[in-house]
T-cell receptor, first 113, second 112 residues
Framework: GESVGLHLPTLSVQEGDNSIINCAYS??????FIWYKQESGKGPQFIID?????DKRQGQRVTVLLNKTVKHLSLQIAATQPGDSAVYFC????????????FGTGTRLKVLA | SAVISQKPSRDICQRGTSLTIQCQVD?????MFWYRQQPGQSLTLIAT?????????ESGFVIDKFPISRPNLTFSTLTVSNMSPEDSSIYLC?????????FGPGTRLTVT
């Protein structure tokens, strides 16, 4: 099926290497951030979240880093696997109470065998 | 986490017609959202749909074009009215549990 990542920036990583996907967010007042993974033909899937009172959070094989000074968010994937190939979006909530997300532009991750 | 289904999964429609997309959540949720995702692009919020109140539309989206229903805490519909080829897109619904949002698989709409 048609990929949702046709025109998005692409990161190519060798299988087994670590991946770092970056995101710049828009609002310094945003207090909650999420990374989503979207595979072709599917809806976004929650990976990991972080609140603004933290600068790092770890999950299983994934780590999110938050730098509020420069409004930057990154997703690190350890030992990248072919199943990690997808489009990755960051999202921020910048209007607390409305639960409305603002999505970043997305990055397509390609894992090379 | 909430499990969300959408119907139809895809459709091809003629310009000038309307399509209603259904979104079903497996648990009761207060807030549901509708997004549009054009090919190769990110997600854009169309509207927020809360049960018992009118949907709240984002800038650039209007009720006449995208009427939304939210009859109960597990279901919502989005209608794409008087379609044109520019409406060809993926339409996604999501449900909020606290700060986290869970997404349906999307409806891929092609307007010819």
């Amino acid at each position: 099926g048609e990929s949702v990542g046709l025109h998005l920036p692409t990161l190519s990583v060798q299988e087994g290497d670590n991946s770092i996907i970056n995101c710049a967010y828009s609002n310094s007042a945003s207090d909650y951030f999420i990374w989503y993974k979207q595979e072709s033909g599917k809806g976004p899937q929650f990976i990991i979240d972080i609140r603004s009172n933290m600068d790092k959070r770890q999950g299983q094989r994934v780590t999110v880093l938050l730098n509020k000074t420069v409004k930057h968010l990154s997703l690190q994937i350890a030992a990248t696997q072919p199943g990690d190939s997808a489009v990755y979006f960051c999202a921020e909530i910048n209007d607390s109470g409305t639960y409305k997300y603002i999505f970043g532009t997305g990055t397509r991750l390609k894992v090379l065998a | 986490s909430a499990v969300i289904s959408q119907k139809p999964s895809r459709d091809i429609c003629q310009r000038g017609t309307s399509l209603t997309i259904q979104c079903q959540v497996d648990s009761q949720v207060t807030m549901m959202f509708w997004y549009r995702q054009q090919p190769g692009q990110s997600l854009t919020l169309i509207a927020t749909a809360n049960q018992g109140s009118e949907a709240t539309y984002e800038s650039g989206f209007v009720i006449d074009k995208f009427p939304i229903s939210r009859p109960n805490l597990t279901f919502s519909t989005l209608t794409v009215s008087n379609m044109s080829p520019e409406d060809s897109s993926i339409y996604l619904c999501s449900a909020s549990e606290g700060d986290e949002q869970y997404f349906g698989p999307g409806t891929r709409l092609t307007v010819t």
